[in-house]
Nanobody, 125 residues
Framework: QVQLVESGGGLVQAGGSLRLSCAQSGRTFSTYVMAWFRQTPEKEREFVARVGWNPSKTYYSDSVKGRFTISRVGDQNTAYLQMNSLKPEDTAVYYC??????????????????WGQGTQVTVSS
């Protein structure tokens, strides 16, 4: 069983930055695709970014491309989401997810077996 614990959310002004962390325990970190999704009360959970087994293989939604950076550090068993130039529309609960299907993963919620508890990100205008 894989456990995922997120941290790093909070309140920030528009244009600011936050870094989210996702610590994994339970299985070999390198064999999982790691991803971030987000959800608001008005919308379904949506894909934000993912990083494959190869840390250089990263993918982003169009809405965050150029502003967010996903990374993974193997010896820390941790994935990160660096969020810059934040906008009010980035306000959401952010979820870390892990999938065994690789090497690059997908953008589909259903393809991720393990999820964190979520962390709130609020961007004020």
């Amino acid at each position: 069983q894989v456990q995922l614990v997120e941290s790093g959310g909070g309140l920030v002004q528009a244009g600011g930055s936050l870094r989210l962390s996702c610590a994994q325990s339970g299985r070999t970190f390198s064999t999982y695709v790691m991803a971030w999704f987000r959800q608001t009360p008005e919308k379904e959970r949506e894909f934000v970014a993912r990083v494959g087994w190869n840390p250089s293989k990263t993918y982003y939604s169009d809405s965050v491309k150029g502003r967010f950076t996903i990374s993974r550090v193997g010896d820390q068993n941790t994935a990160y989401l660096q969020m810059n130039s934040l906008k009010p529309e980035d306000t959401a609960v952010y979820y870390c997810a892990a999938a065994q299907y690789g090497p690059d993963g997908t953008t589909e919620v259903a393809d991720y077996e393990f999820w964190g508890q979520g962390t709130q990100v609020t961007v004020s205008s």
